[in-house]
């Protein structure tokens, strides 16, 4: 064969092998922007898991069994639970736990601390005897409310950090990590997608949404924020983020009626029964969702005012409070990416 027809032909090939690498390529990233999803019943909740990478079943296995290690510990529904073995040594001695559980507990009383006590993980007591959420659900008796009450502080709540052990200090308290331990879920299903290079993905615990990253392609999420009292899927508007937690608590959740009124399960530890003001919901933004979902919680209980002072302190930290008059209040970070789509709702000044 000539010289010159040799190095055309080669030249021919390596365009070819170029121009086929280049159309894989191509297609990949088509691949990439539809999901993988897969879901699950965890932590009292529907778990769903999207990644727009290319990803292995083995890698959501391991997702969901971090999960239901957690689950497994931190449970007040399973008799050996790390948090139930705790809540029955109460008043008598320490009780050695986990890393996982240490650290949800003294993030927990961290945020006892922060809200002034609104948000408190001794709730236990209180949660028990009203059973919000639950077809035991009922008003209880003020004697009863009292007695509980008396049970709920949160430092009354010991750590030991050197033996990683936690007791309460009153016979009868109760640890109660619902406010919190979703968030912490949330956070450590993130270390698994980074540990496993996965760039692109959407941690949803329940409505707890946690935007890992950013969209293929490099733009923001849009997270849809739940108008109350409304189906799922119906929003007052949408918040545009990259790699936060978005987590929302309201009285629209759980709850239920009695004699007329309605009874939501956010429970305020000093009166023992459930918060009243004039909020609907607090939607909370920010880089972990064990923040996110325990801020939700304590400035719903703080009240708008209050609850917004103390986001407007906290660094990388927005917030959503929309009242019962349809009104949305939103901080000051959020004023360029929250974008309202429900005009019987408006943005307060």
């Given amino acids: 064969m000539p010289k010159f027809k040799r190095y055309f032909n080669t030249l021919f090939i390596l365009i070819s092998v170029m121009l086929l690498l280049s159309s894989c390529s191509k297609n990949q990233i088509k691949e990439n922007n539809e999901p993988v999803s897969q879901n699950r019943f965890l932590l009292g909740t529907i778990v769903t898991i999207k990644i727009y990478d290319n990803v292995s079943g083995k890698l959501f296995d391991e997702i969901f069994n971090r999960l239901q290690e957690i689950e497994n510990r931190m449970t007040i529904n399973e008799k050996n639970s790390e948090v139930i073995q705790v809540n029955s040594n109460a008043g008598k001695k320490f009780t050695k736990v986990s890393d996982d559980t240490f650290y949800v507990v003294e993030k927990g009383k961290y945020f006892s601390e922060l809200s002034g006590g609104k948000f408190d993980i001794s709730i236990g007591p209180l949660v028990k005897l009203w059973n919000i959420g639950t077809e035991e659900a009922k008003v209880p008796e003020q004697w009863q409310i009292d007695e509980k009450k008396s049970l709920v502080d949160y430092n009354s709540v010991l750590l030991d950090s050197k033996g990683k052990s936690i007791m309460l200090k009153k016979k009868g308290m109760m640890l109660d990590l619902g406010g919190i331990a979703k968030g912490y879920a949330a956070d450590e299903v993130t270390k698994i997608l980074k540990e496993n290079n996965v760039k692109h993905a959407i941690i949803n615990l329940g409505g707890n949404i946690l935007a890992y990253g950013n969209k293929p392609g490099g ?131």
């Fill in 219 to 349: 733009s923001k999420w849009r997270i849809g924020i739940q108008k109350p009292f409304s189906s799922k899927g119906n929003y007052v508007g949408v918040v545009s983020v990259i790699n936060k937690a978005v987590v929302t608590s309201g009285i629209y959740e759980r709850y239920f009626k009695e004699k007329g009124k309605t009874y939501h399960h956010i429970l305020d530890p000093e009166t023992g029964y459930p918060v009243e003001n004039n909020l609907m919901s607090v939607t909370i933004i920010t880089d972990k969702a064990i923040d996110a979902d325990s801020l939700s919680t304590s400035a719903f209980a703080m009240g708008l005012e209050e609850g917004f002072s103390l986001i407007e302190k906290l660094d990388n930290t927005e917030a959503i409070f929309i009242t019962k008059d349809s009104k949305i209040y939103l901080t000051s970070g959020l004023k360029n990416s929250f974008k309202l789509t429900d005009n019987s709702f408006s943005i307060a000044d």
